[in-house]
């Protein structure tokens, strides 16, 4: 009665006409808004009782009128220059092609190119849109200069260049057509012998790197993660999470059995030459090892021991489907730096991934001060987690300063 139905079931809308009594309905709504409105116009014009005042106050709507437009122009005018600004600092603008110094392979790859074979029937698409990272507008000379390179060519050896770009968010990268130079991966061992086997130095890619083997490596505190972590013969390497040294180190065992059997695959953020997913994979659980080649070619040996390196930056969305994984550890690496919403990003993409009654372990993770320790406990804590485990424990650096280290073990929450 009255109304407006729109059906779309074979692709045309009517609109079914409104019958006589609800249009004396809408005749009826007019009529009693204009005579609202009308009145309010009255009540206004003549509550003044002196005629004078009435031809003053007329002037002073009309000043206080020009006052409004006025500031609203300023505010509009305010608004579009904060908005130039945000853009210019975020770098928010679409990279300008037009600029001089862009290489021709970045306008190319950037252009939308019509599918060959016009409307695909399944996605509906038409074209093929380039997807590069926003921020490489920031770095667009760095950009334009790992865009140089000759199309079927092989790649300019520059992967130090790639990994800047992407720590400065320039992700994903659009290189695409070169051949990246080939390493002869000769005396691979198979799997699972690989897992503990340290490689030659000859099958890793030491370009940009200060070091050059494992030996130099392996003298080197490369992060809090990877003391030595290359050396997998000696030193403490074979023992981790098996043989504890502190009571902050929980052994993967003990975790696992947290997870009642349920835990087949799992995802490591900060996970060093890949030790935690070699230990995982003689359990028979599956992890991907999150990595950049930071000083070190970690990407190379992990895949080496035969097992999945994600060349990624922890900026960038993780690249799984919600609620996949049964285990999600992190270290000090989950430490981003910077302002607290960078956690909280991270910590939600962590929850996103992670199924319900799947595991959360914070491993070993260094708390710069107490501030830092309440945020991220305050953090965790309204993510509703089941705290399995939470141990904070101290420990005395290189320089005889304590350190404060939190590990945890918390069950993600059924929601509903
Ligand atoms: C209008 O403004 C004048 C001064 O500009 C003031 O004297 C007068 O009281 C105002 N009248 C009203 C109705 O606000
Ligand atoms: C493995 O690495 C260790 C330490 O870096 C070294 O002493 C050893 O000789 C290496 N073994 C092989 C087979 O390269
Ligand atoms: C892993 O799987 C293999 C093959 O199914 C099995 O023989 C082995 O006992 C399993 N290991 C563990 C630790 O469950
Ligand atoms: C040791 O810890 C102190 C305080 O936490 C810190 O300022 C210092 O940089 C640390 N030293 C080393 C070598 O890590």
Redesign the pocket.
Same mark, same amino acid.
């Given at each position: 009665m009255g109304s407006v139905s729109l059906k779309i079931g074979d692709g045309t809308a009517r609109f079914r006409r409104a019958t006589l009594w609800s249009s004396a309905v809408n005749l009826l709504m007019l009529f009693s808004v204009i005579a609202t409105n009308l009145f309010a116009l009255y009540a206004f014009t003549y509550s003044s009782p002196k005629p004078h005042l009435l031809h003053d106050s007329h002037k002073n709507i009309s000043l206080i009128s020009e006052q409004v437009s006025l500031i609203l122009r300023e505010i509009d005018s305010s608004q579009k220059r904060l908005a130039q600004m945000e853009k210019e600092i975020l770098g928010f603008e679409s990279i300008d092609l037009s600029r001089p110094n862009i290489a021709h392979e970045l306008k190319i790859f950037l252009q939308n190119h019509p599918l060959p074979l016009g409307k695909d029937s399944r996605s509906g698409i038409t074209e093929m849109v380039a997807s590069v990272g926003h921020s490489c507008e920031k770095s667009v000379d760095l950009l334009s200069q790992y865009m140089s390179y000759k199309v079927n060519g092989p790649c300019p050896d520059d992967w130090s260049l790639a990994q800047k770009l992407i720590l400065r968010g320039c992700e994903p990268l659009p290189r695409r057509r070169c051949f990246a130079k080939a390493i002869p991966k000769v005396g691979l061992y198979s799997f699972p012998i690989s897992l503990w086997k340290n490689v030659s130095d000859k099958v890793l890619s030491w370009s940009g790197l200060g070091c050059k083997n494992l030996e130099c490596l392996n003298g080197k505190k490369l992060n809090k993660d990877c003391v030595g972590c290359f050396d997998l013969a000696n030193g403490y390497e074979n023992q981790r999470y098996v043989k504890a040294r502190r009571k902050n180190d929980f052994l993967i065992d003990d975790v696992l059995a947290l997870g009642s059997g349920g835990i087949r695959i799992g995802f490591d953020l900060g996970g060093g030459s890949g030790t935690f997913a070699a230990i995982m994979a003689e359990r028979n659980v599956t992890v991907v090892t999150v990595t950049l080649n930071m000083d070190a070619p970690f990407s190379d040996f992990i895949a080496t021991r035969g097992l999945f390196p994600l060349y990624l930056s922890l900026d960038h969305r993780f690249p799984f489907y919600d609620n996949v994984f049964d285990l999600v550890r992190a270290s000090s690496g989950l430490d981003v730096g910077g302002r607290p919403e960078k956690l909280e990003f991270l910590m939600f993409d962590i929850d996103r991934i992670l199924r319900a009654s799947g595991l959360f372990w914070l491993d070993n993770y260094y708390c710069v001060s107490d501030e830092k320790k309440r945020v991220l406990t305050r953090l965790i804590e309204r993510f509703g987690y089941k705290k399995l485990k939470w141990v904070v424990g101290e420990k005395v650096? =290189?320089?005889g300063?304590s =350190?404060v280290y939190l590990s945890a073990v918390l069950q993600k929450p059924v929601r509903v």
């Amino acid at each position: 009665m009255g109304s407006v139905s729109l059906k779309i079931g074979d692709g045309t809308a009517r609109f079914r006409r409104a019958t006589l009594w609800s249009s004396a309905v809408n005749l009826l709504m007019l009529f009693s808004v204009i005579a609202t409105n009308l009145f309010a116009l009255y009540a206004f014009t003549y509550s003044s009782p002196k005629p004078h005042l009435l031809h003053d106050s007329h002037k002073n709507i009309s000043l206080i009128s020009e006052q409004v437009s006025l500031i609203l122009r300023e505010i509009d005018s305010s608004q579009k220059r904060l908005a130039q600004m945000e853009k210019e600092i975020l770098g928010f603008e679409s990279i300008d092609l037009s600029r001089p110094n862009i290489a021709h392979e970045l306008k190319i790859f950037l252009q939308n190119h019509p599918l060959p074979l016009g409307k695909d029937s399944r996605s509906g698409i038409t074209e093929m849109v380039a997807s590069v990272g926003h921020s490489c507008e920031k770095s667009v000379d760095l950009l334009s200069q790992y865009m140089s390179y000759k199309v079927n060519g092989p790649c300019p050896d520059d992967w130090s260049l790639a990994q800047k770009l992407i720590l400065r968010g320039c992700e994903p990268l659009p290189r695409r057509r070169c051949f990246a130079k080939a390493i002869p991966k000769v005396g691979l061992y198979s799997f699972p012998i690989s897992l503990w086997k340290n490689v030659s130095d000859k099958v890793l890619s030491w370009s940009g790197l200060g070091c050059k083997n494992l030996e130099c490596l392996n003298g080197k505190k490369l992060n809090k993660d990877c003391v030595g972590c290359f050396d997998l013969a000696n030193g403490y390497e074979n023992q981790r999470y098996v043989k504890a040294r502190r009571k902050n180190d929980f052994l993967i065992d003990d975790v696992l059995a947290l997870g009642s059997g349920g835990i087949r695959i799992g995802f490591d953020l900060g996970g060093g030459s890949g030790t935690f997913a070699a230990i995982m994979a003689e359990r028979n659980v599956t992890v991907v090892t999150v990595t950049l080649n930071m000083d070190a070619p970690f990407s190379d040996f992990i895949a080496t021991r035969g097992l999945f390196p994600l060349y990624l930056s922890l900026d960038h969305r993780f690249p799984f489907y919600d609620n996949v994984f049964d285990l999600v550890r992190a270290s000090s690496g989950l430490d981003v730096g910077g302002r607290p919403e960078k956690l909280e990003f991270l910590m939600f993409d962590i929850d996103r991934i992670l199924r319900a009654s799947g595991l959360f372990w914070l491993d070993n993770y260094y708390c710069v001060s107490d501030e830092k320790k309440r945020v991220l406990t305050r953090l965790i804590e309204r993510f509703g987690y089941k705290k399995l485990k939470w141990v904070v424990g101290e420990k005395v650096n =290189e320089s005889g300063k304590s =350190e404060v280290y939190l590990s945890a073990v918390l069950q993600k929450p059924v929601r509903v």
